[in-house]
Every structure is written in structure tokens, then in C-alpha cells.
């Protein structure tokens, strides 16, 4: 019997729960072609929903394209990548190359095959006379309506997916959105879902002066909600022949903080701390043995976070876990904690955020990873 919980990827359909809503809407508006952002913290489940919609329009018809826009080194990379993406729907190669020749005029595009070896598939797409940023711009204004071109020549809707989209912004400062979103608005055929993991980023983005302004709708993904979630863990543990104990799910969504990653996580780690032992129920000890050992697993990464800090940084970190999140800068909270005035511990707290180790909701800090609030509560003083 295979672990039924997955983390670290894209959620196969076996794992993936709930966002039965998010997933309509998403396809609904791709089929329409429209542009749509969809937005929330990195491992919400971003990815995954977009791999469903995009299975889905896949089913409908639609040629989808993927592309991760954080994954490339620079503007040219990611022109290349996302350029061979679109092809790679294309099969014969001399058909790939007269294509390209006759949709991009302002440079050569240079295609290779390299069978099997590239885990991006066997086409490679390179313009190796790109240099000056005069050419970049021309060359991305071409690459950028290539989508339209494809559903054209192959008479089918296009779909493509730009995900952790806000690395755009490292790119060529703002002239790489203007292109964007230039070519985009007249590709009726096309739908878009542009996905970002840095909300404050990829609001700004959307904001009056910017070029992605009112471009399209928005979807601000949420966790999943915890009662749903923790249903499904207890379900998926009952499937797989291991009976779980009484409110084992509720406490897997509660320990992960119901990051949809960390609670798969906890799972899976929890079931094979039970499948290990060869046995057919699964406790909360089992639970909490599974997180001893993922501590001491990730014992080196979390002391190096730790060793980066300053030691206001420190002290705030740990207030955040004691106190869970509230009431920071309280004079009672800042007493206990040795914090030092308001001004020190609102400077830690935003670092802390920049740093991606703690987000605010309204007026609650919550650590973002629950295995570091864990680590933090017992291994620091
Ligand atoms: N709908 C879901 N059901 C169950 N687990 C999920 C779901 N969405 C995400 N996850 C869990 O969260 C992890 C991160 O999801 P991912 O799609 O990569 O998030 P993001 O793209 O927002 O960073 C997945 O590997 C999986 O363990
Ligand atoms: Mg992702």
C-alpha cells in the first residue's frame, strides 16, 4: 500500500482535497480566456489547483502550456523556456523550426533536440544573438503573442499558466509587465492564469498606477477549511487500511497550522511512522513521534535560520510562538519577553516578515512554518 499523502509537489488526484470552488471558477474563467491572478502565500496549493484546472481544459480540448518564471536566470532564459514551452506541443521538428522562423522575425531562434536527457523534455529553444536590451524588448514582444499565434495555427484554445509569477519584477525592472500585459489583452483565445506566492508583490502589481490593473479577476486563495481537511486525512488514512484514532485528523490540521503543505506533511510522516511499526491503527503518539523526527531531521536548517537572526529577531520569534501571535507590543508582552521598546520589536517583526518565516494576518503573527514554531518553542530559550 502506497503513503496516500503527498507534499513537496503538485498534489496527484488521489491526495488533492476540497477546492471544488476555486477549481470551477478557475476553469470557468480560463475557458473564457480571460486573465486571471491567482494569489496566496508559497504552499497553499497554488500549483496544484492550477494543475487540475489545467487537466481539466486539457479534457476540453485546450493546449496548455506551464511555466515557472522563478525557475529561469534571467529574462532571456525565461524567454527561451517559456518560447520552447509553447512548441513543445509540436512534435516534428522541422515544423518547429519554420513555425518559429515565420512567427519571430527579430532574431534567430535556434532549436535543438536532446532526447531524454533534458527533464524539460527533448526541445531546447535558444537566441543566441541576443544581446542589447533593445533586442530583449523586441524579442519579448514576440514571444509574448506566440500564444495567440499557436491557437491560430492549430485551431484550438490555448491555455498557459505563468506561475510564481511575481519573479517577473527581477526581470528588466517594469518594462517586462508593460509587454505582458500589452499582448495579452487582445488574445481572446487565450486564457491566462498568472500565479503569484508573494501576495504583497503581486497586490502591488494589480495596483491603479500598473499595467496589470483591472486586467483581469483575481483569486485569493484561502486554506482549506480545517473540519473539511481534517475529514479527509482521517478518510484517506481509513482507505489505506489504517484505522486512525478519534480526532487524529483535526490534530494533524491543528499541529500543521492548516498549511495544506504541513499537514500533508504531518500525515505522511505520521503514516509511516504506523506502517513502519507494521501496525493498522494510527494515534496521536504516532503523530507526535513523527514530528520528533522531522525536528531532528531538519535540526541543521532551522539552526542555521536561527544562527542568521539578530538577537531582538530571536526574542520576537520566540514571543511569536509563546504568545501565538498576539499582543506583541503590549507592555506585558514586551516585559516577558524582554522585547525592548515598540519601535525594536515592530523593526524585528517586519524583518521577520521580509524574511518569509512569519505572516500577519489582521493583528495575529503566526510562524510560517509549523515545524519551526515547534522547533523554536522546544529547542530555544
Ligand atoms: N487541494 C489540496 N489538497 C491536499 N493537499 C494539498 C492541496 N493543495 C496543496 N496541498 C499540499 O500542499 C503542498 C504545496 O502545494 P503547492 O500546490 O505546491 O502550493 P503552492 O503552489 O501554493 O506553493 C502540496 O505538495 C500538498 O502537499
Ligand atoms: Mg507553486
Do not use: C
Not at 492564469?193 to 496589470?212: D, I, N, Q, T, Y
Not at 486525512?233 to 498549511?259: C, H, M, Q, T, Y
Amino acid at each position: 500500500m502506497q503513503n496516500p499523502f503527498v507534499y513537496g509537489e503538485v498534489v496527484p488526484a488521489a491526495a488533492f482535497v476540497n477546492r471544488v470552488a476555486e477549481l470551477d471558477r478557475l476553469v470557468g474563467d480560463l475557458a473564457a480566456g480571460q486573465k486571471v491572478f491567482l494569489i496566496s502565500p508559497r504552499r497553499y496549493g497554488k500549483s496544484s489547483l492550477i494543475r487540475h484546472a489545467l487537466a481539466a481544459m486539457t479534457r476540453r480540448g485546450a493546449l496548455t502550456v506551464e511555466v515557472t518564471v522563478s525557475s529561469f536566470s534571467s529574462y532571456v532564459a525565461f524567454l527561451e523556456g517559456y518560447a520552447r514551452a509553447l512548441v513543445a506541443a509540436e512534435t516534428k521538428s522541422d515544423r518547429v523550426r519554420s513555425w518559429l522562423r515565420d512567427t519571430i522575425r527579430s532574431a534567430r531562434a535556434e532549436v535543438r533536440y536532446a532526447p531524454d536527457t533534458s527533464p524539460l523534455g527533448a526541445i531546447t529553444v535558444s537566441f543566441p544573438a541576443v544581446r542589447s536590451d533593445r533586442d530583449v524588448s523586441r524579442l519579448a514582444q514576440e514571444v509574448f503573442a506566440l500564444p495567440a499565434r499557436l491557437a491560430e495555427t492549430r485551431h484550438q484554445q490555448v491555455v498557459v499558466a505563468l506561475d510564481e509569477f511575481q519573479a517577473i519584477g527581477g526581470f528588466n525592472g517594469g518594462s517586462v509587465e508593460h509587454a505582458m500585459r500589452a499582448a495579452v489583452q487582445h488574445q481572446r483565445n487565450v486564457g491566462y492564469v498568472f500565479a503569484g506566492s508573494e501576495p504583497s508583490l503581486m497586490e502591488r502589481m494589480l495596483g491603479p498606477k500598473r499595467p496589470f490593473y483591472k486586467a483581469g479577476p483575481v483569486i485569493r486563495l484561502e486554506k482549506i477549511p480545517a473540519d473539511e481537511f481534517a475529514a479527509a486525512i482521517d478518510a484517506r488514512f481509513s482507505r489505506s487500511g489504517i484505522k486512525p484514532e478519534p480526532g487524529l485528523g483535526a490534530a494533524i490540521v491543528d499541529l500543521a497550522g492548516n498549511l495544506p503543505y504541513d499537514v500533508q506533511r504531518l500525515a505522511h510522516e505520521t503514516w509511516d511512522e504506523v506502517r513502519t511499526g507494521g501496525r493498522r491503527r494510527a494515534t496521536l503518539d504516532d503523530l507526535h513521534q513523527a514530528l520528533r523526527r522531522l525536528l531532528t531531521e531538519q535540526q541543521t536548517m532551522f539552526e542555521a535560520i536561527w544562527q542568521r537572526l539578530t538577537l531582538a529577531q530571536r526574542a520576537v520569534l520566540r514571543a511569536v510562538v509563546l504568545e501565538d501571535g498576539r499582543e506583541l507590543l503590549s507592555a506585558d508582552a514586551r516585559t516577558r519577553h524582554r522585547l525592548g521598546g515598540p519601535s525594536t520589536v515592530q523593526a524585528a517583526l517586519a524583518a521577520l516578515v521580509r524574511d518569509d518565516l512569519i505572516t500577519r494576518a489582521g493583528a495575529r503573527y503566526a510562524v510560517v512554518d509549523s515545524l519551526l514554531r515547534e522547533w523554536v518553542a522546544r529547542q530555544t530559550f
